[in-house]
């Protein structure tokens, strides 16, 4: 008889958005976005322990701003999101009722909403009792190597790992496509966070098709001292553009970007990177523009702000180049510290454990 797991471990990457064009505020204050998505190989952890009772741990770059160790954690979202679409309620593995939940569900806000107002606090059990969606007792230890509320989308990863490892651990057995779509109702990044590669995002951001992409990419990460809010990133967008009574266009994909893509164009890549989140970010933390500035005059093919901010992505010719960014811009003072990474990466994968002594 196998035995059973004593935790899982998986691994999600940070992604960069190589476009983001944002359109008009909806009725569900979200915006239709033409999100084009590129894993990168920052990675957060995720490890799943069966535990009397909820409990998330952090560990790893805590810097950027505090990781809430209640349900407003993402991965406790996703905790409870999983155990609800699949009747989980601890002890042994259920049959998979997913696919009639996550499309009853589809098409409603996300469920962290609902999860959130179920509790507060650090040391609030999440779904606590008669809710409907309580979280089974398992302790998510989060190893943080994606900068907090860096505009890297480091809380989805952290709910695309809890999906895959809970899943793993609880014996739900959910195909990754039924995980991709309860993985939505949870936050807009989160799809992608599973999925990995490169692919346009359209809707929220969430309705993903993969892009075709040639080669291989090095990126320098500038990273900042504290992280921003992405709601506010986006308030601030719609600010703007109302002050200067701009007519938003409904977004569409960038055609060079596309082209340099498929091609493994860089040159041609590092001009096309576009975000329309970027104004807002650079007008709620000038000092980006700056940091944006050094790169760009010190050999990167293109730079953007990543996503909502704050973190700064430089497209660069080769590992070499990265390097030689990476000292540079941190010897200009213009970040709080610099990561290098490549992409496209893979989507959110267990991790398989090394053997340890013991096991001879
Ligand atoms: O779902 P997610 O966590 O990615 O969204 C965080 C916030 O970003 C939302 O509450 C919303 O303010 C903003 N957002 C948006 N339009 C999108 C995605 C996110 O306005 N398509």
């Given at each position: 008889?196998p035995?059973?797991?004593?935790?899982i471990?998986?691994?999600?990457p940070?992604?960069v958005?190589?476009?983001?064009?944002?359109?008009?505020?909806r009725a569900?204050g979200?915006?239709?976005?033409?999100?084009?998505?590129?894993?990168?190989?920052?990675y957060d952890?995720v490890?799943?322990?069966?535990?009397?009772?909820?409990?998330?741990?952090?560990?790893g770059?805590?810097?950027?701003?505090?990781?809430?160790s209640d349900?407003?954690?993402l991965?406790a979202v996703?905790?409870?999101v999983?155990?609800?679409?699949?009747?989980?309620r601890?002890g042994?593995?259920?049959?998979?009722?997913?696919?009639?939940?996550?499309?009853a569900?589809?098409?409603?806000r996300?469920?962290?909403?609902?999860?959130r107002?179920?509790?507060?606090?650090?040391?609030?059990?999440?779904g606590?009792?008669?809710?409907?969606g309580?979280a089974p007792?398992?302790?998510?230890?989060?190893?943080?190597g994606?900068?907090?509320?860096?505009g890297?989308?480091?809380?989805?990863a952290d709910?695309?790992?809890t999906?895959?490892?809970?899943?793993?651990?609880?014996g739900t057995?959910?195909s990754?496509?039924?995980?991709?779509e309860?993985?939505?109702e949870i936050g807009?990044d989160v799809?992608?966070?599973?999925v990995g590669?490169?692919?346009?995002?359209?809707?929220r951001?969430d309705?993903?098709t993969?892009?075709l992409?040639?080669?291989?990419?090095?990126?320098?990460f500038?990273?900042?001292d504290e992280?921003?809010?992405?709601?506010?990133?986006?308030a601030?967008?719609?600010?703007?553009?109302?002050?200067?009574?701009?007519?938003?266009a409904?977004?569409?994909?960038?055609e060079d970007?596309?082209?340099a893509?498929?091609?493994?164009?860089l040159?041609?890549?590092?001009?096309a990177l576009?975000?329309?989140?970027?104004?807002?970010?650079l007008?709620l933390?000038?000092?980006?523009?700056l940091?944006?500035?050094?790169g760009?005059?010190?050999?990167?093919?293109?730079?953007?702000?990543?996503?909502s901010?704050?973190t700064?992505?430089f497209?660069?010719?080769?590992?070499?180049h990265?390097?030689?960014?990476?000292?540079?811009?941190?010897a200009?003072?213009?970040c709080r510290?610099v990561?290098?990474?490549?992409?496209?990466?893979?989507?959110?994968r267990?991790?398989?454990?090394?053997p340890?002594?013991?096991?001879h």
């Amino acid at each position: 008889m196998p035995v059973a797991a004593s935790s899982i471990t998986v691994r999600a990457p940070a992604k960069v958005n190589l476009q983001l064009a944002v359109g008009p505020l909806r009725a569900d204050g979200y915006h239709d976005l033409i999100n084009v998505f590129h894993a990168v190989g920052l990675y957060d952890e995720v490890t799943a322990t069966p535990a009397e009772r909820f409990k998330i741990t952090v560990s790893g770059d805590l810097a950027g701003g505090a990781v809430p160790s209640d349900q407003t954690n993402l991965a406790a979202v996703a905790a409870i999101v999983l155990a609800a679409a699949t009747g989980y309620r601890g002890g042994h593995a259920h049959r998979p009722r997913v696919s009639s939940a996550a499309r009853a569900a589809s098409g409603r806000r996300p469920v962290r909403d609902s999860a959130r107002r179920t509790g507060s606090g650090q040391d609030q059990e999440p779904g606590g009792g008669s809710h409907p969606g309580a979280a089974p007792g398992v302790h998510l230890h989060l190893r943080k190597g994606i900068p907090i509320a860096g505009g890297m989308a480091g809380g989805s990863a952290d709910a695309a790992a809890t999906l895959v490892a809970c899943n793993e651990l609880w014996g739900t057995n959910l195909s990754r496509n039924d995980l991709v779509e309860i993985a939505a109702e949870i936050g807009a990044d989160v799809p992608f966070a599973l999925v990995g590669g490169a692919a346009v995002g359209i809707g929220r951001g969430d309705q993903l098709t993969p892009a075709l992409v040639r080669g291989t990419y090095h990126w320098v990460f500038a990273l900042a001292d504290e992280g921003m809010s992405t709601p506010a990133v986006y308030a601030e967008c719609d600010r703007i553009r109302e002050r200067d009574a701009v007519a938003v266009a409904v977004p569409q994909t960038a055609e060079d970007l596309m082209i340099a893509l498929r091609n493994g164009d860089l040159a041609a890549l590092g001009k096309a990177l576009t975000n329309d989140l970027e104004p807002a970010a650079l007008a709620l933390r000038p000092q980006l523009r700056l940091t944006l500035q050094t790169g760009l005059e010190h050999g990167a093919l293109g730079g953007i702000v990543s996503g909502s901010g704050p973190t700064c992505a430089f497209l660069v010719a080769d590992a070499e180049h990265a390097l030689d960014l990476a000292v540079t811009l941190s010897a200009a003072g213009v970040c709080r510290t610099v990561r290098r990474a490549i992409g496209p990466v893979q989507g959110a994968r267990i991790v398989v454990p090394e053997p340890s002594i013991s096991d001879h």
